[in-house]
């Protein structure tokens, strides 16, 4: 497929930053990122091959990307000893079950944002032009995140039984991470609406 001017600089900090983290798992012997890799290598893939026809704008190209990022730094980078993905940013509430708020929160809330914005983009073609708003296409969207947000349990669960030492932690950490997924699908409505483009179709829709 052809690559745009703009979509360059997006392929060029993915194939780094993936190549990066990929041979660090590797070199680590670790197992559980390396599957990661491979998921986000795949994904990467999808986008890459659908591109033309789906046409996903800078904004979310660079937001998928960073979600990736943060992704892989968090299971690599240790600060003081202590991995990335476990430190607390903003210690709201800390207890020996769980934390708020963690890094790994963090990136959940960014990465369903993210998605849910990818979500709508998809959607959007299917909209009238002209209709009016309601609830229902912000419940849709917030419930479509919270389901992507649900299948990246279902990978995680893939990988805990493939690398049963993994660092994918417990109920709670389940818990925790789907509420957060929640919060930011519900962050992508919210700036959706915020910027008039939440119920608006393409302009070449028909009315």
């Excluded at 998928?64 to 240790?78: D, K, Q, R, S």
Aim: with cysteine; proline share 5%.
């Amino acid at each position: 497929m052809s690559i745009r001017k703009r979509e360059l600089p997006v392929l060029i900090v993915n194939l780094l930053y993936i190549t990066l983290f990929a041979f660090l798992s590797i070199g680590r012997r670790n197992y559980e990122f390396i599957i990661y890799a491979l998921v986000i290598v795949v994904f990467f893939a999808l986008i890459l091959a659908s591109q033309r026809r789906v046409e996903f704008p800078p904004l979310i190209l660079w937001g998928l990307t960073l979600w990736g990022l943060l992704h892989m730094a968090g299971g690599h980078l240790y600060f003081g000893g202590t991995r990335l993905y476990e430190i607390v940013l903003v210690p709201l509430t800390l207890t020996e079950e769980y934390a708020i708020f963690r890094y790994d929160q963090f990136v959940h809330t960014i990465g369903f944002c993210v998605a849910t914005l990818a979500c709508h983009h998809l959607l959007r073609p299917q909209l009238a032009a002209g209709a009016r708003p309601s609830v229902t296409l912000p419940a849709l969207l917030v419930l479509m995140g919270m389901g992507m947000g649900a299948l990246n349990e279902v990978i995680e669960l893939l990988v805990v039984f493939v690398v049963p030492q993994s660092g994918v932690g417990g109920y709670f950490n389940t818990a925790l991470d789907l509420l957060f997924n929640m919060f930011g699908a519900m962050l992508a409505v919210v700036w959706l609406g915020v910027r008039g483009t939440l119920w608006a179709a393409p302009p070449d829709a028909a009315a």
